[in-house]
């Protein structure tokens, strides 16, 4: 809330018009910045996804003084519909992606990223005449949590081993879940 117009508009979840930016208390922490550029007026809206939830902010400036005319409120109402359903579209894209990349439990890159971590990998080493290193890692004794414990006691133990082993590589290095209790490091 009063952070200019899109702020506002964002956490108000509706249409925000502040027609003079000069005396406007929602721009009172940005006023010289607009000011400074020559902005007079601001009008921000929402861009809602179809669950009701904001995803970003449109908004239009004018030099003048001024709210926006019927046209203009058109415009806006039909740009950020067609933004939010382009926004959608790109974060259900995204997700199917991750999804075939990595392993649903752990969220670690799975056997299909490790064959292109792999090839990508060797590619550098040859052409760099560098090394890439290959650690395969197994849980000794899992079968004996899953069955004394439960599956879900196992499912946290490899979430948590998988926590850990991300967190103890370089960022250039890869942690796979291969499934089951076996991981797979490649070190680049």
């Not at 018009?17 to 009008?43: M, N, Q």
């Not at 382009?86 to 649903?104: C, G, Q, S, Y």
Request: charged residues 25%.
């Amino acid at each position: 809330p009063n952070v200019g117009s899109c702020g506002s508009a964002a956490h108000r979840r509706e249409t925000v018009v502040v027609a003079d930016i000069a005396t406007d208390p929602l721009w009172k922490d940005f006023r010289e910045l607009a000011l400074r550029f020559g902005l007079r007026s601001c009008w921000s809206t929402p861009i809602m996804s179809s669950s009701g939830a904001v995803l970003g902010v449109f908004a239009m400036y004018s030099g003048s003084i001024r709210k926006p005319g019927s046209a203009e409120a058109r415009l806006v109402e039909v740009a950020t519909r067609i933004a939010g359903i382009a926004i959608e579209r790109k974060l259900a894209e995204d997700r199917i992606h991750f999804m075939a990349t990595h392993d649903a439990l752990t969220g670690l890159p799975n056997r299909g990223l490790l064959k292109d971590r792999l090839a990508q990998a060797l590619l550098l080493a040859e052409r760099y005449d560098r090394w890439a290193t290959v650690a395969f890692i197994d849980l000794d004794n899992f079968k004996v949590i899953n069955d004394s414990l439960g599956h879900n006691a196992g499912d946290e133990l490899l979430k948590t081993v998988a926590r850990r082993m991300a967190s103890s590589v370089r960022a250039t290095d890869t942690v796979v879940r291969l499934g089951g209790d076996e991981f797979v490091i490649l070190f680049v």
